[in-house]
C-alpha cells in the first residue's frame, strides 16, 4: 500500500508539472502593459528653410546633419503649409499643434487683436516678467496660443514627469512650440548676450543656464569677423558676392566678405550676431548644455527639445536665397547640427532618439534676381494699400477711421464705426476691391467674410480659410502678384500663398521611423500627429492633419 501511494503521488506530480507552463516563459515574457518609447523627442525648425535648399546643397552638406535625416530617415518631400500667413510665429504654432491660425490663434508675428483694440505680438505677455536680467525682452509666455502642442500632450500623458524645453534666439521661436505647459522656454537677448526666460516658468534661471550664460560666447563671436567657410569660387550654389539687390550690412559699404559685426549708437550690442552663422552656433552650444543640465533623454519616461534656429531667416531677408551668405550658412549648420546629433548618439544611445525637421515658412527669390531671368517681379511701397483704402473709403463714407490697420496684407475695418453708420461689410469689399485690383500687382481682393462666394482654386480657398480668425484675422486679403514685396528694397521676405513660401522640409529619423520617402502632397499640420502616433499619445487639442504612416514603422 505504501509502495502504490508513494507511485500515485509521483504520478500526480508528474502529470502537474506536465500540465503547467514552463516557469521560464512567464519570467522573460515582456510586460504587455508596457510601450516602448523614445527616450528623447527632438524638434528642429530651420527658420525659413525652403525645402529646395535640401538638394541644392545637398553635396556640399556632410553624413552627419541634414543628410543624415534624408538619407537615414523618411523625408515628406511635397510637405506644404496649408494656411495664408507664412510668418514664423504662426509656422512654429502648426509645427508643433497641428493646428492652423483659425483655431490656434497665431494668424501673425503681429496682428490687431479686436479684443484690446492695439496690435499684439504673438508672445507678448504683459503680465509676467523677465528672468535673467532686468530687462523687458522676457515679457513673453505662449498665453496667446489657443491650443496644445507636442509637448503638452507629452506633459499631460506622463503627469508632467516629461521634461520639454524650448530654445531659440527669437522668443517665438522658443515659446510656441515648446507650449503652455513646458519646464521652460529660453531665447536670446541682444542686449546683454544672455539666454533669458520669463516667470511665466520659473522664478530664476537654473544653474547650468547661469554657468553657460557666464561663458560670455556673444563676447568671443562680436569681436571676429564672418569670414567664408570655402573659397568664393567654390560656392557654386550662388551667384558672385556682391549683388545689387542684398542690403549692407550696418557699418558696411559693400555687401561682401568678410562681414565685421559694427554696433550701431544706440543699438543692442549683440543684435548682428543673429545675421551671422554665430547665432546658430551659439544656439547649438545652448542646446547641448540644455541635454547636460537638464539631462534630456535619461529619465524614465520621454523627454522632449524644442530646437529653432533663427539666423538663416535674419540672413535671408538680408542676403537673399542666392547668396553666398546664405550657402555658407547652411554649410555651418549642417556642422552644428552634426554636433547634436553625435552627442545624442553619446549620451541618449543610437536609436534611442527620435527627432523631426521643419521649416516655419519659405521665401521668395529676390526681385532683382528674378528679374535677371526675365521673371515677373517687382518692390512696392508698404504703406501704399493702406493710403489707397484710407483715401477710397473717405471719398465713399466722409471723413473717419474707416480703416484700423492694414498688416499681414490685411484690411482691418473699423467694425463699430460702420454700424454706427448702418454700412454693410459687402458693400465696403465691393468699393475697395474695384478700386485696389487698378494698383501695381494685385491679383485679387479676397472677402474672408465670405470665402464661399470667390473664384478661387480650392487650394487657394482652403489656404485663406485655415488663417480666419474672427477676432484676430482681418476682414479682407490684399492677394499680391507672384515675386512682388511690399515695403523691402533689398533682400527678400515671405508671408504669401505661393509655393516658394508654403513648401517646407519635413524630415523625421530615429526610433520607430521607417526610412524611405513620400511625394504626396502632406502638410504642416501633419507633423505633429506623425510625432504623437510615434509616441502613442493623443494629438494636440487643435490638430487638424493626420499622421504620415508611410514614415511610421510597423
Known sequence: MRLRSIYLLFSFVAVTAFAQPKKSATVTRKDPTSLARPKLVVGIVVDQMRYDYLYRYYNKFGKGGFRRLMDGGFNARNNHY???????????????????????????????????????????????????????AGKMSPRNLLVTTIGDQLKLATDGRAKVVGIALKDRGAILPAGHAADAAYWFDSKDGNFISSTFYQKELPKWVQDFNARKLPEQFITQKWEPTLALDQYTESTVDDEPYESVLAGETKSVFPHAFVVQAGGLKYEPLRTSPYGDQITKEFALAAIKGEQLGQHDVTDMLCLSFSSPDYIGHAFGTHAIETEDNYIRLDRQLTDIFTQLDATVGKGEWLAFLSADHGVVDAPGFLQQYRIPAG????????????STLEKAYGPGQWMLSYFNQQIYLNHSLLTEKKIAIQQVYEILQAELLKQTAVVNVINLHNLGAEALPELQANLFKNVYHPNRSGDFYVLQAPGWLEGRNKGTTHGTVYAYDTHVPFLVYGWGVKPGQTLRRTHV?????????????????????????EAIAK
Open 82 to 136: 496649408h494656411y495664408a500667413a507664412t510668418y514664423t510665429g504662426p509656422g512654429h504654432a502648426a509645427i508643433y499643434t497641428g493646428s492652423a491660425p483659425a483655431l490656434n490663434g497665431i494668424v501673425g508675428n503681429d496682428f490687431y487683436e479686436r479684443n484690446i483694440g492695439r496690435l499684439m505680438y504673438c508672445a507678448e505677455d504683459t503680465t509676467v516678467s523677465s528672468v535673467g536680467n532686468t530687462g523687458t
Open 379 to 390: 518692390i512696392k511701397s508698404y504703406g501704399a494699400i493702406g493710403e489707397v483704402v484710407k
Open 525 to 549: 499640420h501633419d507633423i505633429a500627429p506623425t510625432i504623437t502616433a510615434l509616441l502613442h499619445l493623443l494629438e494636440p487639442s487643435g490638430c487638424i492633419g493626420n499622421p504620415v504612416e
